[in-house]
């Protein structure tokens, strides 16, 4: 089982009571390993309980209070923060072995970017793929896209489009889901869509070209210009090249696109 992750990065006031917690672990965390945490952070030997013995030294508290979190510090010196290491956490959603189609919807072909890892000889290469957007922008463009597939469905003959009516529907209900997640953050949070584990089951050569971001949206674009059968071959091409994805992972075909937190 490999996982991908979507992360809501909340601005640090936005905390509120635990703001200054959050604002002392930020502080001490940077003085004691010299930058940010973030999930590819990396921890050897003891380092992670020396660390956190170390902080809960400086903060007065007993070991198991300490909670952690990941962290970023945008261009203007403003922190934003994900607490982790709780059984439920509000800021993450997980999907195994695929990646929900709504996810693609929030994010743009440009907020594309790449974690990045030295081979050797001084050479990197990409080994796993995010996007990034701002909350603010991510809620316009799910409302943006649920319009669409509404007209769409108005619109939509079944039949021949079965298939596509029936994943438009699908969507228009996960987008729902994800509205009323996105709405409990401040739209200033931003949201990250890493693929993580799943990069190292699509070919390196094919990670440059992995575009599903555009390719649901242009599903949507032709759905909602009356091209149902060009929507529905297009789709069926997106659910092919997941359905092969997973088959990598798992052996097994996709038959679920439902988001899991």
């Not at 590819?40 to 956190?52: A, H, L, P, T, V």
């Not at 649920?146 to 994943?167: C, D, H, P």
Request: glycine share 4%.
């Amino acid at each position: 089982m490999v996982i991908s992750v979507l992360m809501v990065y909340q601005p640090i006031e936005s905390t509120r009571e635990k703001e200054s917690y959050w604002r002392s672990y930020v502080s001490y965390y940077e003085e004691y390993w010299d930058g940010p945490a973030t999930p590819q952070s990396s921890w050897y030997g003891k380092e992670y309980d020396e660390f956190r013995k170390s902080l809960s030294n400086h903060l007065g508290l007993n070991k198991k209070e300490v909670q952690d979190c990941f962290f970023q510090k945008d261009e203007e010196g403003s922190y934003f923060i994900v607490p982790v290491g709780e059984e439920v956490n509000i800021n993450i959603f997980r999907a195994e072995n695929f990646i929900p189609f709504e996810w693609f919807l929030m994010f743009s072909k440009e907020e594309k970017h790449y974690f990045y890892t030295h081979t050797g000889f001084g050479a990197i290469q990409p080994d796993a793929i995010y996007y990034h957007a701002i909350v603010e922008h991510t809620t316009q463009r799910l409302m943006q896209s649920k319009e669409v597939i509404e007209s769409a469905l108005n619109s939509i003959e079944t039949g021949s489009s079965r298939y596509l009516a029936e994943t438009l529907k699908e969507l228009h209900d996960n987008i729902d889901n994800l509205q009323s997640w996105l709405s409990g953050f401040d739209p200033r949070s931003f949201i990250i869509l890493n693929y993580a584990e799943i990069c190292s089951h699509i070919e390196p050569d094919s990670m440059k070209n992995e575009d599903s971001v555009s390719e649901i949206h242009n599903v949507l674009s032709l759905a909602g210009e009356g091209k149902f059968d060009e929507a529905e071959s297009a789709l069926t091409y997106l659910t092919s090249k997941w359905r092969e994805i997973r088959a990598v992972i798992t052996g097994d075909r996709l038959e679920s696109t439902s988001t899991v937190q």
